[in-house]
């Protein structure tokens, strides 16, 4: 059990890392993990914004993106961006949910979804398995 405990940890530090590498990229002011059910598990914020609001909408960003593609036919959702007047959002399916950047309304797309790319193939390896890996071991 004190080796699940191990693994735990060095995840829960890989998933930091991740989101601590997405958000030091130019004009990136916050990044969500969030589950697929729209609950925060991890969020690095560089500003005040409220992690539970932002991990639903990834989340919903997310469902969305992926009914639509798949209604029309037209494969997986890589990832999506969404424009507004405060912010440009991109968001991405991962194996723990949604990932989800937040950023500057004149940030570059392409260069923040490399970032993202970058940063979701990393949340991948250090959860595989996505949330059922994630989950504490009942017995410990």
């Not at 995840?11 to 002011?29: D, F, G, P």
């Not at 997310?62 to 593609?69: A, P, Q, T």
């Not at 890589?78 to 959002?89: C, E, H, S, V």
Request: hydrophobic share 50%; glycine share 8%.
């Amino acid at each position: 059990m004190m080796m699940k405990k191990i693994m735990a940890d060095d995840n829960n530090v890989s998933i930091q890392r991740a989101l601590e590498t997405l958000t030091s990229a130019s004009k990136v002011l916050a990044a969500v993990l969030a589950a697929e059910d729209g609950l925060p598990i991890a969020v690095r914020l560089r500003s005040n914004h409220d992690r539970d609001v932002w991990a639903a909408a990834a989340s919903a960003m997310g469902r969305m993106g992926r009914k639509v593609l798949a209604r029309l036919g037209k494969g997986e959702l890589t990832w999506g961006a969404f424009d507004t007047r405060k912010y440009r959002l991109l968001v991405r399916p991962v194996s723990l949910g949604y990932l989800l950047a937040i950023c500057e309304p004149d940030a570059n797309m392409g260069m923040i979804g490399v970032e993202l790319d970058g940063a979701a193939d990393a949340l991948d390896r250090a959860m595989p398995g996505g949330v059922a890996a994630a989950a504490p071991d009942p017995a410990y």
